[in-house]
């Protein structure tokens, strides 16, 4: 007799028989994958008559009695009362629960799909006896999931009806994650997905493509099964010491490899920066390109090296900026996010948490009055896209740009007199079930500094211009180099360049042209030990 509150959901199949591999039929993808670890099996079929479906059906329920593992049926409630089966999963268009929970009695497991905050008020509202599960999604996009109603979500969009299932106090409702999961992201995604009180992780995930178009279905689950229990998450390597040697160290070579390799740097960025932006792309030895013509996107990422500067600054199209950003992350190149004058406006807000809850970004870069509010930790809104006056507390700044670096799982950075870059991204472990352990204190940081330099933050796209930067060096590294470094070496550039060019200048005029000639200088010279910001680890 099935116990609905002992139920494993760390690793759910979904199926699909559409999408066989040549050779393999449902019950056999079904069936390996069950012999390697998959814990709960969902009958999906949505283009399968009744007769076929029930035969089907029965055939896997043999199969989970076998492994001991509970079958639910998507969406038909007749067929999952008709063979018995453990539960019946509906969709927002299916079934209402209510009627579901009559018909199926109050042991059998009812799960629902779930893409909005109000869809958790209202299982929320309905109690322990309605939903037992909720399928949370989607994160990624998919092919699975035709003409899909829901835009993907990612990450930050499951945490955030995490926390309404906190905030709405339904504690007996389980939790997995589904839409566009594969090895690659998956551990990122349970890494990175919990309450903002960190008590309340996802219970698993949820799979159809890559496991029923497999293969190699048994080594597919084996794969997925292996990655849940090793509960770590890598993004590279270990952070390697922070020692002065060190440093000067991969910096020299850091720009040796750009000088090498030229990334291209695509730049979506406001038309304030353009100019200027691609200059200074030029000195340090890389390609700009301006492009926001969607068709070229893809080819563009495919250019070795090829990386993306996001810049939000005169608000190009969503649609342009979203395109982009998937792209980029799907060809797995870097994408450097600069969310210029973030909570300026609310339609900035709004496009920016949308560009935020959906992708990944290798680094995140700031004035203090994005970060601070990127943290939630800015009172009020910005007035514009400069900082204003807000950035004079260090610390109120470490703290800010450390909350962002481990939200988006990314090295923030955050710009004033003194810049602080924190490493989001070096890894850690997560637990199914149990809530997040650890937290954005913990975070390796440093702070650059030259002394005060006030005509650097009174030229306009001065830190769009270190975005430019940033983008150049971490184009150049390999997956196996750490990004937290390169982007240590492009602020500490860019911070040497800005004093050189301080003492040369005439006025804030000359100070840009000084700039890019202090850039082109230094990155020539490639002699880091000369440079005169100072990296200071806290
Ligand atoms: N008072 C200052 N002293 C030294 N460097 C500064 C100062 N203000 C800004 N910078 C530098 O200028 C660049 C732009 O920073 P900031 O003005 O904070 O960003 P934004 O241009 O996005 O508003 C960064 O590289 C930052 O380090
Ligand atoms: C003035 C202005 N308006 C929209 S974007 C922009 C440039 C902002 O540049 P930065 O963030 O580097 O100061
Ligand atoms: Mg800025």
Redesign the pocket.
């Known amino acids: 007799m099935l116990d609905k509150n002992k139920v494993d959901y760390s690793l759910y199949l979904v199926t699909d028989s559409t999408m066989l591999p040549p050779g393999t039929t449902l019950e056999s993808q079904v069936e390996v994958a069950l012999q390697n670890g998959v814990t709960l099996v969902q009958l999906r079929e949505k283009e399968t008559d009744t007769k076929v479906f029930i035969e089907q059906a029965l055939k896997v329920q043999k199969l989970c009695h076998k492994f001991q593992v509970p079958l639910i049926i998507n969406d038909r409630v007749d067929v999952a009362l008709a063979i018995d089966a453990d539960g019946v999963h509906v969709g927002q268009d299916d079934m209402p629960i209510k009627m579901v929970r009559q018909l199926l009695g109050p042991d059998k497991i009812i799960g629902w799909s779930v893409g909005h905050e109000h869809e958790v008020e209202q299982l929320a509202a309905m109690g322990p006896g309605g939903v037992d599960y909720v399928g949370l999604g989607m994160v990624y996009p998919t092919l699975t999931k035709k003409n899909p109603k829901k835009a993907p979500m990612g990450p930050r969009g499951v945490s955030k009806l995490l926390d309404k299932l906190q905030s709405t106090k339904a504690e007996w409702c389980r939790t997995v994650a589904i839409g566009g999961l594969h090895p690659d992201n998956i551990p990122r995604v349970l890494y990175q997905v919990a309450s903002s009180d960190g008590k309340r992780t996802l219970d698993g995930i949820s799979v159809v493509s890559d496991i029923m178009a497999s293969p190699d279905a048994g080594n597919a689950a084996q794969t997925l099964r292996a990655l849940i229990d090793d509960a770590r998450f890598q993004y590279a390597e270990g952070l390697s010491p922070f020692t002065k040697e060190y440093s000067f160290e991969f910096a020299r070579k850091c720009v040796q490899q750009t000088t090498e390799v030229s990334p291209l740097v695509q730049h979506i960025t406001n038309k304030v920066h353009q100019n200027f932006g691609a200059n200074i792309t030029l000195a340090l030895g890389s390609s700009p390109i301006m492009s926001e013509v969607e068709p070229e996107f893809e080819e563009l990422s495919q250019v070795p090296h090829a990386t993306l500067l996001l810049n939000t600054g005169t608000v190009a199209p969503f649609s342009t900026l979203l395109h982009a950003m998937r792209v980029y992350n799907a060809a797995r190149r870097p994408i450097v996010f600069?969310p210029?004058g973030y909570s300026a406006t609310s339609t900035r807000l709004e496009l920016n948490n949308q560009l935020l809850a959906y992708g990944q970004f290798a680094c995140i870069?700031?004035?203090?009055?994005?970060i601070l509010s990127l943290a939630d930790l800015n009172k009020g809104k910005m007035r514009g896209?400069?900082?204003g006056s807000v950035?004079s507390d260090i610390s109120l700044c470490v703290e800010a740009t450390k909350i962002v670096a481990y939200r988006y799982r990314t090295v923030a950075v955050?710009?004033?007199?003194?810049?602080v870059i924190v490493d989001g991204t070096c890894g850690g472990t997560f637990r199914l079930s149990e809530g997040s352990a650890g937290g954005a204190s913990a975070l390796p940081a440093v702070i650059?500094?030259?002394?005060?330099?006030?005509?650097?933050?009174?030229?306009?796209?001065?830190?769009?211009?270190?975005?430019s930067t940033i983008a150049c060096l971490v184009g150049s590294i390999s997956d196996k180099q750490h990004l937290f470094h390169a982007v240590v070496t492009a602020?500490c550039l860019?911070?040497s360049a800005?004093?050189i060019a301080?003492e040369r200048c005439h006025g804030s005029g000359s100070f840009q042209v000084e700039l890019i000639d202090a850039l082109d200088q230094l990155f020539t010279e490639n002699h880091p030990e000369n440079w005169v910001a100072n990296v200071s680890r806290i």
């Open positions: 600069d210029v870069k700031g004035n203090v009055g994005e896209v400069d900082a950035g955050c710009t004033g007199q003194q810049d650059v500094e030259a002394g005060e330099i006030p005509v650097m933050g009174k030229i306009t796209a001065s830190g769009c211009s270190l975005g602020v860019y911070k800005g004093k301080s």
